[in-house]
């Protein structure tokens, strides 16, 4: 957050490029610090393609019980957790569920897509 100099008002300021600003302040806003690179140590990157339109990152999350403050609940034993992020019909075509009101995972349909 900033304080904007002729309101006093603070504000969210994203950072980074265009298709990665909204997740960064998504991410603030649910809990996650400005160090979230130090504190989850990113294991696996698959980078960008233009043919696959969407990237992957694969995070260690051993130890913890959810993802962040206000975050999602993890379950028991969870080590890995995995980021995609690209063309919404591209990876919707791959999801098989979703998180539902209370955190808890169920089946993605083809009418939820």
């Known amino acids: ?31 996650f610090s400005e160090k979230i690179s130090l504190e989850y140590k990113r294991v696996l990157e698959v980078p960008f393609s233009s043919s696959r339109k969407m990237m992957l990152t694969v995070s260690d999350v051993s130890g913890r019980d959810i993802l962040c403050s206000g975050g999602m609940p993890l379950q028991q034993g969870t080590k890995l957790f995995s980021v995609c992020k690209g063309a919404p019909n591209f990876i919707l075509d791959f999801c098989t569920a979703q998180l539902g009101e209370d955190g808890s995972p169920k089946p993605m349909t083809d009418e939820d897509k």
């Open 1 to 31: 957050k900033v304080r904007d100099p002729e309101t006093g008002e603070e504000k969210w300021e994203p950072k980074g490029n265009s298709s990665e600003a909204p997740i960064v302040v998504a991410a603030r806003k649910v809990g």
